[in-house]
């Protein structure tokens, strides 16, 4: 699977609101992690403190680098004082969140199927 962004597409306003609802659908799944119940020993574990307990201890972290990633990419919050240092840094972080992407993606199809 080749990533759009590879080929440097003009941003236009469809893609400007894809971006933010895919970064509302990650957001709402990070927060809906805390209630999916998971298979414990043949038991399917539905307690909300386990949950959480067992999610806080395996995916949540990274989780969060990237929705909070997301979010500071969307909502523009970089430091402005070392702006041409901080825009070359900008242009790595982005294809590292790609990367990050893909494999939290490669995640999701994993539990589907």
């Given amino acids: 699977v080749l990533p759009l962004q590879a080929f440097s597409p003009p941003m236009t306003s469809w893609m400007a609101g ?6 509302a659908f990650w ?13 414990s020993q043949g038991y399917l574990e539905l307690r ?10 395996t995916w ?26 901080g825009l070359a840094r900008l242009g790595k972080a982005v294809r590292l969140v790609r ?4 494999i939290r993606l490669l995640r999701v199809f994993k539990v589907v199927s």
């Fill in 18 to 23: 894809m971006e933010w609802i895919t970064t």
């Fill in 60 to 85: 949540f972290l990274f989780d969060l680098c990237i929705v909070s990633s997301d979010w500071v990419i969307r909502l523009d919050l970089s430091p402005s004082d070392t702006q041409f240092l």
């Fill in 99 to 102: 990367v990050l992407r893909m």
């Fill in 27 to 39: 957001t709402c799944d990070l927060c809906s992690s805390f209630l999916v119940g998971y298979d």
């Fill in 48 to 57: 909300i403190s386990r949950i959480a307990r067992r999610y806080l201890t």
